[in-house]
């Protein structure tokens, strides 16, 4: 009897023990604690290492690389979810205080998000200064905010527009420079009785909107992390309201979809079809290809975004990210030089671009003269980078993104889809947009500039 | 004699007093050895339900915001959250859900138990289990089932409807997604309640049905005036059941949310609303209240449909 209650109480003490391991797991220094998950295998166990969140297509390879080469420090990779997942998890990491990883990807838009909570070391104490000549400036310019460098930069997305040749060819059309001839060759394919519509223009585009209101001028956001009680809110500005009315007139008369994007119809929308055009990031070309159900008659061509003054070109950047390092990082300089380095040489970055389809922000491979000749199997050998993606990353200036980019972005979801739905025009939208940022930025505590 | 009589009524008394001791002692014994039982469960009941809950509720009783910091405000969640129109229209939401989907479930699983309780067949059996199986799917797995149903390019609705010559309905606008939501649940769910339903009407008594066909009862007869009543617990059951859970609606609006963002904003139910505060929003605190207060709200109703129907339940 006594030996069956020690027995029972030691179940009951090992299961407390077991939970409270538990809880006791998932924090500790990044290093340690995550040591045991690593999706790569480290190379030399004895060095220290460093532990690295991404989702970058084909990055195991680029950690191999890295750990081959570099002897003193090593990647412990995990791929902990694309963008929203795993800002998520990072989100909650930040809130418990522990269970973050020391380097982690981020996309640009997203940056000051996690700056406003702390969460993110300014690298300008570990060197970030020393390497800001090795990448394109307007990405540069995502990553920092005022003095402060809170990531470095990996890859852009600069837009051009992806289209059927093909289909184009059938329905007589050229090729669109401006969004008035964007217009006009929306109308004639609609009037050839082709089954496609030229293109789709998604209510959940969040980054795709934003930059097409961008385009023509638009600053939704003023914001310093060096300030970081004060905002500038301006989504309802003239070049936002010019684009969306602008989109939603080619709605009206039923010239583009607005299917949602990013969802398993919209992916075999995109290669069957279905839109004559894609307005796409650099990273988009990748995208397509990876794609099923693909139309295999399809005739793919790159051209530069349509213009609003073709006078005054604008370059407008969709996407992109970077690599920050956490503040929960054990040793930040370490973490810091990892950040520097896996993309910030040319046999890492050139795996990216050539396994990976990225666009690189690393400027010894951004301009070299293989990734601008480079030709592309899909779009019959031409050289995209050249033709088009080159000019849109050299003409991007920057932007600046809110603290609460991911509400921001839910609410003018929330709006186009109001607007498409004939509820209310496009300034209506920006309108009701812009209070209820305002209102939500001051509920959050913010001064409005 | 004498002797032997005391020491028997003593042997008598002794063993009576320890027969009196026993129970009791026994009694203890075995609390004792029930809680250790109960222990393994209360340990994870502790850890990840009560204490989480505690966390959660001192969490509801700051703020947080992004520009200014952690401060103490008491009620103050509390008072936003019942005051807040977009918690406020997901409570309406869910309250338009609970008056169409609560029926429909009921009416499905309740017609499915009195049919299958009448039929004595393997077919019977194989319906059964053919009900019930869409509840033994994850309800994400369902939804996103259902997802691919509803959509224009995979769904079989356009080919169905094509052959008629009528262009298939758009399950996932804005104005059907609020029927194509109860479809899946109904679908899922009422399998689950008619085996709740149909178990108790196993349970009547065969000879009460005897003597209502002497006295003349037709099929429907015994089904309406015998059968219902006499399971009128274990209905009451099933709508606090349904009633807990369509307040509670997150799953499904989620998952299809990937498919229809438009027309399923974040904060469509109250829960959604709480989950994406916390976790896109970073708004932990507040999204504490408001799942607080959401629980205040399931509290409130659930105690209320008790509370009226209390004879039907057999709680009174």
Redesign the interface.
Known sequence: MKAK?LA??G??AA??VA?TGCSGGGGGEGGEAAAASCTNTVVNTEAPQVTVWAWYPAFDQVVDQFNNANDDVQICWTNAGQG?DEY?RF??S??SGSGAPDVIQLESEVLSSFT??NALVDLTEYGANDVKGDYAEGAWEDASSGDAVYAIPVDGGPMGMLYRQDIFDAAGIEVPTTWEEFEAAARTLKESGSDAVIADFP??GRAFNQALFAQAGSTPFEYDSAN??EIGINVNDDGAKQVLEYWNGLVEDGLVATD?AF???YN??LVDGSYAVYLAAAWGPGYLQGLSDADPEAVWRAAPLPQWDAADPVQVNWGGSTFAVTEQASDKDLAARVAMNIFGNEEGMNLGVDEGALFPSYAPVLDSTEFADKEYEFFGGQQINKEVFLDAAAGYEGATFS??Q??AY?QL??Q??AM??GEKDGGQALDDLQASLEQYAT????TLK | MATTSTQASSRHADVSSKSDHRPDRNFRRRQRWGW?FV??FA??FI?FLILPLAYAFRMSLFTN?????TDFVGADNYIKAFTDPIFLGGLATVAKFALIMIPAQMIVALLAALVLDNLATWASKFSRLMIFVPYAIPVVIGALMWG?LY????GPASSIFNLVGLSAPEFLS?DNIFGSLVNIVTWQWAGYYMIIIYAALRGIDPGIYEAAVLDGASDRQIATRIKIPMISSSLVMVVIFALIGTLQFFTEPQVLR??????I??SYTPNMYAY?LA????Q?NYASAISFALGIVVFVFSFLFLFLTRKQSGLK
């Open positions: 209650f029972s109480a179940i009951v299961t407390a939970l929203n998520t989100s909650t930040i809130e406003i909570r209510t959940n970081p009680q949602d969802t398993a119809d075999t929308k603290p609460f991911n509400y839910d979801t929330e186009i889809y498409v739905q509920e959050q505590g913010f | 250790l222990a393994p340990v994870v850890t915001t992004l520009a200014a910091g691919f959509s224009p390019r995979f804005q990937g498919v229809a963002q438009g027309a904003p974040v994406s976790f896109s929003y970073s932990f």
